[in-house]
């Protein structure tokens, strides 16, 4: 998380802010396709760094890539400008129309921090089009390119995928909502979560701090957001171990099969994640990946936040999990993901997020 934070700060003293961004046309085109303007000759020199940074697999368990690359030409870069993820690629020093384009579009003072290594990212958000972020990636020389691709590649995606995130929570937040249980779970558990219809209440107890909510659409998935907590806790319990065994503790109560002969645990052996993360201000132990019946019958991903809030003395867990054997599962993980985003400690006299 700190890497992603200090290119986000090294960023913003470069972001050119889009004017009149109300007065755009949307963006086109699928929000997991990255439209790669970059010389042929360069793209051959660098194919592994990029595909090392935007296509890189993720399992679910099925190997899935947030991003799909599709390469053009500079020349076909007006054709392509309303295009919702671009990123532009080349070396300031090159004697190709990369280079021509690059010294151009970068200012000299820019330029000078690229030639000393101290800046090689630009993004700009809504540049062309609304709900469009286009990247410049740019070294001195093509190496400077491929060393800083190679040592920042994740954060180059996750620059992406922020944008796509910030999308689809706007416009999860536009889409019709269960305002009953939203207001059941702000009146009786004291936080707060956008729940779009088609979600119900699977299960709810107040004797473990603990709300299950599901949906089953598409047909043949499965999804389930989990809430818990902990009064009079203690931030001291923001640790790995306490993640882990708070997930299989509540999952063998709540994940159960139908005839209580199976029930969920985690996949400790395949592609397990922890992370220190920012939500929503809070310092966060974040955990990824994949859950399993204990007797292997199914399984899929999942995405946890471990957090204390101050105001509430709460330690809360939230969880999100799918089940889609036919289905690609990246976007279903994502809206779960996204959904938890909108999770909010309340103050008895607020009712839902906003």
């Given at each position: ?98 280079g021509d384009y690059m010294r151009s ?205 101050e105001q509430q ?42």
């Amino acid at each position: 998380m700190r890497a992603h934070l200090s290119l986000f700060v090294i960023a913003s003293l470069v972001l050119l802010s889009a004017c009149d961004i109300d007065g755009k046309n949307e963006a086109i085109g699928d929000n997991d396709v990255i439209t790669l303007i970059c010389d042929s000759s360069d793209y051959d020199a660098l194919q592994e760094v990029i595909e090392n940074a935007f296509t890189k697999p993720f399992f679910t368990p099925q190997p899935e890539v947030w991003f799909r690359i599709v390469r053009h030409d500079l020349g076909d870069l007006l054709d392509v400008k309303k295009d919702r993820n671009i990123v532009i690629i080349g070396a300031l020093d090159a004697g190709n129309s990369m280079g021509d384009y690059m010294r151009s579009a970068l200012d000299a003072d820019v330029q000078a921090l690229v030639r000393k290594g101290e800046q090689h990212v630009f993004v700009q958000r809504d540049l062309w089009y609304r709900g469009q972020t286009v990247m410049h990636i740019a070294g001195a020389t093509l190496d400077d390119v491929r060393n800083y691709m190679t040592s920042h590649g994740p954060e180059l995606e996750y620059f992406l995928k922020s944008a796509w995130d910030e999308r689809e929570r706007k416009r999860l937040l536009r889409m019709p909502r269960e305002e009953d249980i939203e207001q059941r779970l702000a009146e009786k558990h004291g936080f707060g979560m956008c729940v779009i219809k088609d979600w119900f209440v699977g299960k709810d107890s107040s004797a473990i701090g603990a709300v299950l909510l599901r949906r089953q659409s598409p047909a043949e998935t499965e999804r389930w957001v989990l809430v818990h907590y902990v009064d009079n806790a203690s931030p001291e319990m923001l640790t790995n171990d306490v993640a882990y065994a708070t997930r299989n503790r509540l999952s063998e109560i709540l994940y159960r099969t139908y005839d209580d002969s199976s029930w969920v645990v985690i996949d400790s052996v395949n592609y397990l994640q922890f992370d220190e993360v920012n939500f929503q201000d809070r310092f966060a132990i974040r955990m990824k990946g994949l859950w399993r019946m204990n007797d292997y019958s199914m399984g899929g991903p999942f995405v946890s936040y471990l957090f204390y809030d101050e105001q509430q003395r709460r330690l809360y867990f939230i969880d999100g999990s799918a089940f889609a054997p036919k289905y690609e599962k990246k976007k279903l993980i994502q809206d779960l993901d996204v959904m938890l985003s909108t999770f909010k400690a309340l103050p008895r006299n607020e009712k839902t997020p906003s």
